[in-house]
């Protein structure tokens, strides 16, 4: 079949025009860092993490600092003991106490004791008007009839009213969890909040004014960059005393040191740029030339740098707090956490393992959203 091809009209205009969708800068840049999958992991870790912080409180029904003694260090998956009539489970605490649990894995009342056997290392307890023994030797076993020695079925199953167990006084391990997440996520916002304010404008004004001001700004930051941050750290932390509001100073009064170097460099690079030069032949003042036409321009190196800063900001919260410098009982932090963990190590790994995960997890997120962030607002790599 013979077809007539007939060429279309184009006008010079048509010819010239970029067929391409305007993207705005941000989008360019959320472009980059969503093809990254460790970033967008990263930020999803983010978000849960607030959520489970912010929100997670409201639906466990426990306080942080509520303590009961009789549910002290008890496992997120537990070992329970049959009862004599089937109905229900047993269950062995560390100060060799009965409790009821059911066939979900809810704790319930107490056995009451009746006495003591010394002799066959047993405790007798009631249920329901027949005796039970607990054997409380090398290893603490119950007996359903003390008379025969019959011993009572065993399972393990999960602990229900206590999702990731009770520390050494009885509190809830995952309320604790959510409020410590909750204090180390505040601490290192609002000290990186403060690192950005400071360090911006010391670094821009430095960078920007040059020669001997600058010299001597960045000697102050060569004199305070020799201290060990850590010992800085804890010094201002023993002058202030232990509290949320100290370790905020504390970290904020030195943290800013990093982000000022950034600026700086980000400026002394920036100020003799074509368009800095026709700010100033129009007559624009220093406030004005710093402040909307160079930080605008080193936002990306900024955003980058406090991103990593976060994980450090938490890392050295947690440090203080496993210091036992940090906040004070009965406030929850990652660290006291940790740092409450470390008498029952050996009986009660979870304690140190659960807490010591979310700094990691933490840690991980931030890093990997700030390394996405260093991509995507890289203009080498827009095509």
Request: aromatic share 10%.
């Amino acid at each position: 079949m013979k077809r007539n091809w007939e060429a279309l009209q184009q006008t010079n205009e048509e010819r010239e025009r970029i067929w391409r969708k305007t993207r705005s800068f941000a989008g360019d840049v959320w472009s980059r860092f969503r093809k990254k999958p460790t970033a967008i992991a990263g930020f999803l870790i983010i978000v849960l993490l607030v959520l489970f912080s912010v929100l997670g409180p409201l639906f466990t029904g426990k306080s942080y600092s509520e303590q009961d003694l009789n549910a002290a260090n008890i496992a997120p998956r537990i070992k329970v003991f049959e009862t004599p009539d089937g109905n229900g489970w047993l269950y062995i605490t560390q100060s060799m106490k009965l409790l009821r649990v059911s066939a979900e894995g809810e704790f319930g009342e107490q056995l009451s004791k009746l006495r003591e056997d010394s002799e066959r290392q047993m405790l007798i307890f009631d249920y329901e008007g027949s005796e039970l023994g607990l054997y409380y030797g090398k290893k603490p076993y119950l007996v359903v009839n003390p008379d025969t020695l019959v011993i009572a079925k065993s399972r393990r199953i999960r602990n229900r009213d206590y999702l990731l167990g009770t520390d050494s006084l009885g509190r809830d391990i995952l309320t604790r969890l959510m409020y410590g997440s909750r204090v180390s996520l505040v601490v290192a916002f609002v000290a990186v909040i403060v690192n950005l304010l400071i360090g911006i404008l010391y670094g821009g004004i430095s960078g920007y004014l040059g020669g001997n001001v600058d010299e001597f700004m960045m000697r102050i930051v060569d004199i305070i960059s020799t201290i060990p941050l850590t010992l800085y750290v804890i010094l201002i932390m023993v002058l202030l005393g232990s509290g949320l509001g100290s370790i905020i100073v504390a970290l904020g009064s030195v943290y800013w040191v990093g982000m000022a170097r950034v600026v700086r460099g980000q400026v002394l690079s920036l100020k003799q740029q074509e368009f800095v030069l026709a700010a100033r032949t129009i007559g624009s003042s220093t406030s004005t030339i710093l402040f909307r036409h160079l930080i605008p321009n080193a936002m990306g190196a900024i955003l980058v740098t406090a991103t990593m800063l976060i994980p450090s900001a938490i890392f050295m919260e947690a440090f203080l707090g496993f210091l036992g410098i940090g906040l004070k009982p009965p406030l929850a932090s990652l660290g006291t956490m940790c740092n409450d963990a470390t008498e029952n190590l050996r009986s009660c790994p979870y304690q140190l393992f659960i807490p010591a995960f979310v700094i990691v997890l933490i840690m991980f997120a931030f890093n990997f959203v700030g390394d996405g962030l260093r991509d995507a607002l890289d203009p080498k790599l827009r095509k």
